[in-house]
């Protein structure tokens, strides 16, 4: 039988200073009702307790381009923390 192993899904994300990094995708969604798209993403750092680093971002697709933002509101940030929450459950 062969090992079949999940493949990585890597996405390139490209800094205001031009400089280039590949990250691991763990889930990109879309909230429905507000057609708002995120992608959680990690560059599998660790941290002191030994845990992986996530990340989360907007997705921003108007300019053509895709482009990564933060995320600064507090409903919306509670939304996205209850997706992570079920995440976390089907492990």
């Known amino acids: 039988m062969k090992n079949q192993e999940t493949e990585k899904r890597m ?7 031009g400089s280039i990094e590949e990250v691991e995708v763990i889930l990109a969604f879309e909230f429905k009702d507000t057609k708002k798209e995120y ?4 560059k599998n750092e660790k ?7 996530i ?4 997705v921003d697709r108007t300019s053509g381009e895709p ?3 933060g995320i600064d ?3 919306e940030w509670n939304r996205i923390k ?10």
């Open 11 to 17: 996405m390139s994300i490209v800094s205001d200073d």
């Open 39 to 42: 992608v959680i993403y990690t």
């Open 67 to 69: 482009k990564l933002f």
């Open 55 to 58: 990340y989360v971002s907007h």
């Open 73 to 75: 509101d507090e409903a």
């Open 82 to 91: 209850d997706v992570l929450r079920e995440l976390s459950k089907s492990e």
């Open 47 to 53: 941290d002191e307790n030994d845990n992986v680093t």
